[in-house]
């Protein structure tokens, strides 16, 4: 302390020392480098060359005596060249070495700020010992680097005059010098030491360097925050330094003690005009300052300020990254993303008969949530978030992860104008997702079956790896082509597919029958061992009679090729193997375990199905099987207690091999592609008998290449083309009308998709019925190149609401009338306004009034009548036994399905139905009745499609008719269908499951009728006939004592074993190709409402010339 003391003059002060060090510096630096470049400018002028003398090209020379251009040797590069390119590249963060550097300067120049701070509580000069100041050592070390770095910086620039001149150099000048003064003086002064707070201005620039920043709204953000504390910053230092010194010409007797704290506080009430007034400058000097400051900080704040607050509030709320959860998976959900595309999805994918759904599903769309999606969300708040962002942005995907997602899932807009735009947008989504990730599972909605061909061009697209189309033309159209054969099977499906809650009634009537059926679905179980050996139709019989399970198909593998092949209903040639997935409707997932927990020992005696569970035997293993192990879609790991068990699925969850595909559906097997040769044909058939034997000709073309549709040769639209005279004159009995009300610019609707159900090769040529187009002509041409291959197809130009023109193709006598909505549908107009075209004229058919008493004699002998008919009429008493034409005295007994765009609109098809506007779609009576179809109904299939694999392989095949992944591709090439020869292996394609329905009435099953049991009934006709039933089409009003009874049916899916049977009830059955029970006593025809006797027509009418 006396060294101190003797050395240092405490009173006396020298803070002129310490600024004239660093105006010396900088002015001595700035004259040196305007001399610099004085005498820089003079050495050139002095050297330069005569005018009249022309410099020659450094990089060529020409020798005059020949002529000839030589390139002279390149420069070399001088030492203070290569010291400045490397100084440049060190600090431009070029190099892992010179990001360090430049972050290692900017957080020594925070630690510098830091040390300010803390010496502000201090007098602004006072004597010290270097060796006992740790704040004031560290702070020397500090200006080392800086001024190295300085150095560096120096040697870098290409104009030294600017260099000197600019901000950062300006604070090394008034901050780095004074240090070393200070250690000389031993003297400590606080002086402007706070300029260091202005080296937060390159906090963006940081930040960029280490790729933080990347969008310009951050990087303006980031700008202004820091500018605006910088300033903020340095202005209180500057206050804090001349207020507790004094004004220098009082000799410093007028200071003011301030704390820094103090100034900030000072500083912010200035720049936002407040001015409480408690705090305030009283030297000459700092109220010099603040003068200038309001001006400057007035300006400043009212422009950064509410720039900031507005990129703060711009910022997106759902623009972070999804943070994977430990043990959960997740998918992403893209495309098109509204209220009710994502209520509808969440409603079927989080269905509490999923179980536990371990799944957390990411929302992927370019546009902020509305109040009602996000509201939404909030509900599902714990396994749903939202990314605002596009799948065409490789950022976006990244923020999602999406390379970890168990699945991608993009939904279409199903009510867009233009169909093509639509799918060509999501094949771009299928794009961009493919080439960021292209090993990740893609389920696609596209509106067009044409466009499908499109995503064979994707190298990475691959349904052998679980990548999936869902053509929302194709099924919709299946649909209703398979009502067409199979009135209310639409309906059916619907409801298997969907996940749909049970809804108790306690009143006797048909809504409680129907919506029994409603809450089944389908689900995938393996079989018990105690099924190997049996012939599926004697599993089937046990799962149904004992199990109360419908088994309807199984999985068929190939260990060897590790393809996959679903084979609906097959007959008794085969037999379960061991390991066997079957496909099954129940109610619950909890039901289905008991196909696989089920054991003849232990549960030979029960009786009631609910006991059937795991017992003894399975834990010792010996007799059940051991199921292979199976990945589960919901994201758990459900492990049994079997040692041997090591993961399965209850909710039909099924996952592809790496190497595994699906075969389409039910496709016939040769002994030679069975994967084990040891097995029996399936469904192989035998000799070729009666209609088999002529169409065995090589040298006709019957059927397409694969053998799975009927196939003519190309004709011309104008011999496919009926007037009305000509129509009305050929009597068209027992077909299917077609009412299309597009117009020649209205997108395209697929009719292929139509047809091709209708035209399936598992029917006989004889059974065919025949489609009559009713619409604009024009619109017809367009499609026509998809339809000129297909039989029995005619064409009649004019219009659906024209009643001559539904009398002239006969509308009372179809088996089916099918009311096709436009797609050219506006999303500007009224929703119940979409439909009107196919409303009006739904209620135009029904009130139409036709003179066929014939009909009605016919019709009655088939049992069609609905209750409550006088019940006089009978075959014996027909004019004609041989009448095979039926018909409809009133316009709503015409069998009639209607295409709806909004569901809401259900409500105006039915007159009689007490359906609240409000009630589900499939709650409604035309829906329960088969006779009105939504593309809205198609929803579920994403959800069911990510959770079984097999899932759309099986529904497609149920509803298209056979269509496979090879007719696809023959079908991308543009030219249409080809034909191919009647040989053994195409006809052999022809043996595969069909939907039937069959009457109660005066058929196999009419012992059953009058209060016969639905469990017996099905054990009889798989016994029998091979017949798999499924479902009642049962008229509405059967069990009610009514005067006037209704005609309409309603379906009931899957009863219960003790469901009592009417007389009048049809039953929906699969049926084999080769096993007709109705041959008895009528063909195939039968199965509709019609109930007609095909089998027994020789003479069809034909057309009168």
Same mark, same amino acid.
């Given at each position: 302390m006396d060294t101190m003391d003797a050395n240092c003059n405490q009173k006396e002060r020298m803070?002129?020392?310490?600024?004239?060090?660093?105006?010396?510096?900088?002015?001595?630096?700035?004259?040196?480098?305007?001399?610099?470049?004085?005498?820089?400018?003079?050495?050139?002028?002095?050297?330069?060359?005569?005018?009249?003398?022309v410099a020659q090209s450094p990089s060529a020379t020409k020798m005059q005596d020949t002529g000839v251009f030589v390139k002279s040797p390149d420069p070399e590069i001088g030492w203070m060249t290569a010291v400045k390119d490397w100084a440049g590249v060190l600090i431009s963060a070029q190099?892992?070495?010179?990001?360090? =550097?430049?972050?290692?300067?900017?957080? $020594?120049?925070?630690?510098?700020?830091?040390?300010?701070?803390? &010496?502000?509580?201090?007098?602004?000069?006072?004597?010290?010992?270097?060796?006992?100041? %740790?704040?004031?050592?560290?702070?020397?070390?500090?200006?080392?680097?800086?001024?190295?770095? +300085?150095?560096?910086?120096?040697?870098?620039?290409?104009?030294?005059?600017?260099?000197?001149?600019?901000?950062?150099?300006?604070?090394?000048? +008034?901050?780095?010098?004074?240090? +070393?003064? !200070?250690?000389?003086?031993?003297?400590?002064?606080?002086?402007?030491?706070?300029?260091?707070?202005?080296?937060?201005?390159?906090?963006?620039?940081?930040?960029?360097?280490?790729?933080?920043?990347? %969008?310009?709204n951050s990087i303006k953000l980031v700008t202004l925050l820091s500018t605006f504390f910088s300033t903020w910053l340095t202005a209180a230092g500057f206050i804090h330094l001349v207020e507790n010194s004094g004004d220098p010409w009082l000799d410093f007797t007028n200071k003011h003690p301030m704390s820094y704290w103090e100034c900030l506080y000072l500083m912010m009430v200035t720049m936002s005009t407040v001015g409480y007034g408690d705090i305030f400058a009283t030297t000459s000097l700092g109220r010099a300052f603040m003068v200038v400051f309001i001006l400057g900080g007035l300006a400043m704040f009212a422009s950064c300020v509410p720039e900031i607050i507005e990129l703060i509030g711009s910022r997106k709320k759902y623009g972070g990254s999804y943070s994977a959860i430990s043990g959960r998976k997740h998918i992403i959900v893209c495309g098109h993303i509204t209220f009710d595309s994502a209520s509808n999805f969440l409603k079927d994918f989080l269905h509490k008969d999923r179980d536990d759904v371990n799944v957390q599903i990411v929302f992927l769309h370019p546009l902020p949530p509305n109040l009602q999606l996000e509201a939404l969300l909030k509900r599902h708040f714990t396994q749903v978030e939202f990314f605002e962002g596009s799948v065409l942005n490789a950022g976006d995907l990244a923020r999602v992860k999406i390379e970890d997602a168990d699945a991608c899932l993009i939904?279409?807009?199903?009510?867009?104008?233009?169909?093509?735009?639509?799918?060509?947008?999501?094949i771009m989504r299928v794009i961009s997702i493919k080439n960021y990730c292209s090993h990740v599972r893609l389920i696609i909605q596209m509106m067009q079956y044409h466009n499908k061909a499109y995503l064979l061009n994707i190298p990475s697209w691959n349904w052998k790896e679980g990548d999936d189309v869902i053509c929302l033309a194709e099924l919709k159209l299946g649909f209703i082509a398979q009502s067409c054969l199979a009135p209310g099977f639409s309906t059916v499906m619907a409801n298997l597919f969907a996940m749909r809650s049970t809804v108790l009634m306690e009143e006797d009537s048909w809504q409680k029958h129907y919506l029994g059926g409603v809450a089944a679905e389908m689900y995938t179980e393996y079989l018990?061992?105690?099924? %190997?050996?049996?012939?599926?139709?004697?599993? !089937?019989?046990?799962?149904?009679?004992? =199990?109360r399970l419908l088994l309807i198909a199984i999985e068929l593998k190939d260990h060897n090729t590790k393809d996959k092949q679903i084979l609906i209903n097959p007959n008794s040639s085969y037999h379960i193997k061991e390991g066997t997935l079957g496909f099954f409707i129940a109610q619950s997932a909890k039901?289905?375990?008991?196909?696989?927990?089920?054991?003849?020992?232990?549960?030979?005696?029960?009786?009631?199905?609910?006991?059937?569970?795991?017992?003894?035997?399975?834990?010792?293993?010996?007799?059940?099987?051991?199921?292979?192990?199976?990945?589960?879609?919901?994201?758990?790991?459900?492990?049994?207690?079997?040692?041997?068990?090591?993961?399965?699925?209850?909710?039909?969850?099924?996952?592809?091999?790496?190497?595994?595909?699906?075969?389409?559906?039910?496709?016939?097997?040769?002994? !030679?592609? $069975?994967?084990?040769?040891?097995?029996?044909?399936?469904?192989?058939?035998?000799?070729?008998? &009666?209609?088999?034997?002529?169409?065995?000709?090589?040298?006709?073309?019957?059927?397409?290449? %694969?053998?799975?549709f009927h196939w003519c040769p190309s004709r011309d639209q104008e011999k496919a083309i009926l007037s009305r005279n000509e129509a009305a004159m050929s009597v068209l009995s027992g077909h299917v009308v077609v009412c299309i009300f597009s117009t020649a610019d209205s997108p395209l609707i697929g009719l292929r998709n139509l047809v091709m159900p209708l035209r399936a090769s598992n029917f006989s040529y004889h059974e065919l019925k025949t489609i009559v187009l009713l619409g604009d002509l024009d619109y017809i041409k367009r499609e026509w190149d998809m339809l000129c291959n297909f039989p029995k197809v005619a064409v009649l130009p004019g219009s659906p609401m024209c009643r001559a023109d539904l009398r002239a193709v006969n509308v009372n006598l179809c088996d089916m009338c099918v009311i096709l909505s436009p797609n050219n549908q506006s999303q500007e107009q009224d929703p119940c306004l979409q439909d009107k075209e196919a409303i009006l004229c739904s209620l135009n058919i029904k009130s139409m009034q036709f003179d066929d008493s014939i009909g009605? $004699?016919?019709?009655?002998?088939?049992?069609?009548?609905?209750?409550?008919? &006088? &019940?006089?009429?009978?075959?014996?008493?027909s004019p004609d036994n041989n009448v095979s034409r039926r018909g409809s005295t009133m316009g709503s007994n015409v069998p009639m399905i209607t295409e709806l765009v909004n569901d809401g609109n259900v409500q105006f098809l039915d007159q009689d139905d007490d359906d609240d506007p409000d009630t589900e779609l499939y709650l409604t009576q035309p829906f329960a009745c088969g006779t009105a179809f939504t593309i809205s109904v198609l929803d579920s299939l994403m959800s069911a499609t990510y959770f079984n694999d097999n899932a759309l392989t099986l529904i497609r095949t149920l509803i298209t008719g056979g269509a496979t992944h090879e007719l696809e591709q023959i079908l991308a090439e543009g030219s249409g269908m080809r034909g191919g020869y009647s040989t053994p292996e195409t006809l052999r394609n022809r043996d595969r499951c069909k939907v039937a329905q069959i009457p109660m009435m005066d058929g196999p099953f009419q012992a059953f009728g009058n209060g016969g049991c639905y469990g017996d009934l099905f054990v009889s006709a798989l016994k029998s006939y091979n017949l798999l039933a499924f479902g009642i089409y049962r008229f509405r009003d059967a069990e009610c004592n009514t005067k006037n009874p209704s005609s309409k049916r309603y379906v009931i899916t899957n009863p219960p074993y003790e469901f009592k049977l009417c007389t009048t009830d049809m039953i929906f059955c699969l049926q084999q190709f080769d096993r007709n029970p109705m041959d008895m006593r009528s063909n195939s025809f039968s199965q509709s409402q019609s109930h007609l006797m095909r089998g027994k027509q020789k003479n069809r009418p034909t057309k009168k010339k």
């Open positions: 803070w002129w020392a310490f600024l004239t060090s660093s105006f010396v510096t900088f002015v001595g630096g700035l004259v040196c480098i305007l001399l610099w470049r004085l005498g820089a400018w003079l050495f050139c002028r002095v050297a330069e060359k005569p005018a009249e003398v190099t892992v070495t010179g990001r360090i =550097l430049v972050v290692l300067v900017f957080l $020594l120049s925070l630690g510098a700020l830091v040390v300010y701070l803390l &010496n502000s509580s201090d007098q602004i000069e006072k004597c010290i010992v270097f060796s006992q100041e %740790t704040l004031l050592q560290v702070d020397f070390g500090f200006n080392i680097i800086f001024l190295l770095y +300085f150095g560096l910086r120096f040697i870098a620039a290409n104009d030294k005059l600017w260099f000197w001149l600019e901000l950062n150099s300006l604070v090394d000048f +008034f901050t780095v010098p004074p240090v +070393f003064v !200070s250690v000389y003086l031993n003297r400590s002064y606080l002086g402007l030491r706070f300029l260091r707070a202005l080296r937060l201005i390159q906090f963006s620039e940081i930040l960029q360097f280490l790729n933080v920043l990347k %969008t310009s939904i279409a807009n199903k009510y867009c104008n233009n169909p093509d735009a639509e799918d060509a947008a999501n018990s061992s105690a099924f %190997t050996g049996m012939s599926f139709p004697q599993v !089937s019989e046990v799962c149904f009679a004992k =199990l039901e289905v375990r008991r196909a696989y927990f089920y054991c003849k020992q232990c549960h030979g005696d029960i009786k009631q199905p609910d006991k059937i569970k795991k017992c003894k035997c399975m834990q010792e293993g010996p007799t059940q099987v051991v199921a292979p192990t199976k990945k589960k879609r919901n994201g758990n790991s459900n492990e049994l207690d079997s040692p041997k068990r090591n993961i399965r699925n209850f909710h039909g969850m099924t996952s592809r091999g790496k190497k595994g595909r699906v075969i389409p559906v039910s496709l016939p097997i040769s002994p !030679s592609r $069975l994967p084990d040769s040891s097995l029996p044909p399936i469904n192989s058939p035998s000799l070729p008998n &009666n209609d088999e034997a002529r169409d065995l000709d090589c040298d006709t073309k019957k059927y397409d290449s %694969t053998g799975m009605l $004699l016919q019709a009655n002998s088939q049992g069609f009548l609905p209750p409550g008919f &006088n &019940n006089a009429f009978s075959p014996a008493s």
